[in-house]
């Protein structure tokens, strides 16, 4: 059964990655702009696998395949501690919380590794801005989570989604997935927090991809937030609880649902400058975050 559970995962992966393109070429219909359909992202990457590798003077070759394939694996171990069905995921861990947290810190030197490899300037300069950006980001994480783990007394994703048949954690916890949300923008290098492959430096740490490496980093990127939507749904949704339809469906459609709200909001919030984003991280997020878990610990008492 476990063997099972764990062979699914690449397909999940990828059907995940397939919707969340489709959303991301779908999304500018709502501001009445010309929209792809959902074979669009297929067509697009055979056309990328099909192109020819270009390579920058002298690039670090390790790290130029180590980098993607970190991305993708670190989205796959993430997933794994999801749980399926109420009490059943491919690998169930007591500190399931605490190895998701442990692939949203290795996201940066997956990164670093992205903007590292080409040995060119715009991506290195992308992958100092993701760093700068994305560290204080993993704070705010790490309080959100905890007080999700609170009223289940375990570190254990299927715990979590045990403590909250009676009331979800998005009810329970107003606070918790609006701020989670922000780090599943900043994971999946997305909108306000695009400081990795921004288009102002000329697509930063992507700027001297090309070919299969291309593919394989825009897929990478796709499975984190596949990854990210499905441990949203589980903490702050009830992962696979509700009525009727069985738990792997409704797993499937909160996932969906939070995805659509990432790529909604990746597309529909600008970024602002690195320095401005740095204070709001600060001054703001990281308070609010300590304030959320502070009222989940009073809470749970």
Not at 185 to 204: E, K, M, N, S, V
Request: with cysteine; proline share 9%.
């Amino acid at each position: 059964m476990t063997a099972l559970l764990i062979l699914s995962l690449p397909l999940t992966l990828a059907l995940g990655a397939w919707l969340a393109a489709s959303l991301d070429r779908l999304a500018p219909a709502l501001w009445g702009l010309p929209a792809a359909g959902p074979l669009t992202p297929l067509r697009e990457a055979a056309a990328l696998l099909a192109q020819q590798t270009i390579r920058t003077e002298r690039p670090d070759r390790l790290t130029l395949l180590l980098a993607p394939a970190l991305y993708l694996t670190l989205a796959a171990v993430g997933l794994s501690v999801v749980p399926l069905w109420p009490g059943v995921a491919p690998i169930e861990s007591p500190v399931g919380i605490v190895i998701w947290g442990s692939c949203e810190a290795l996201t940066i030197i997956a990164v670093f590794l992205h903007g590292w490899s080409p040995n060119a300037p715009f991506p290195l300069i992308g992958a100092y801005r993701y760093v700068a950006i994305a560290l204080p980001v993993m704070l705010p994480s790490m309080f959100v989570l905890i007080a999700a783990a609170l009223p289940a007394g375990s570190l254990s994703v299927t715990a979590i989604v045990a403590s909250q048949e009676p009331l979800w954690n998005v009810l329970r916890q107003p606070m918790g997935l609006p701020l989670f949300l922000l780090v599943g923008l900043t994971l999946t290098l997305r909108g306000p927090f695009d400081y990795a492959d921004g288009a102002d430096i000329a697509d930063g740490t992507s700027a001297e991809d090309s070919g299969a490496g291309r593919a394989l980093w825009q897929f990478a990127r796709l499975s984190m937030l596949v990854a990210f939507s499905a441990m949203a749904a589980a903490v702050f949704l009830g992962g696979p609880l509700g009525p009727w339809l069985p738990g792997p469906v409704w797993l499937w459609l909160k996932t969906a649902a939070v995805m659509a709200l990432t790529v909604l909001l990746g597309h529909a919030v600008a970024r602002t400058s690195p320095s401005r984003m740095l204070g709001l991280l600060w001054v703001v997020a990281l308070p609010l975050s300590f304030l959320h878990l502070a009222i989940a610990g009073v809470l749970a008492l």
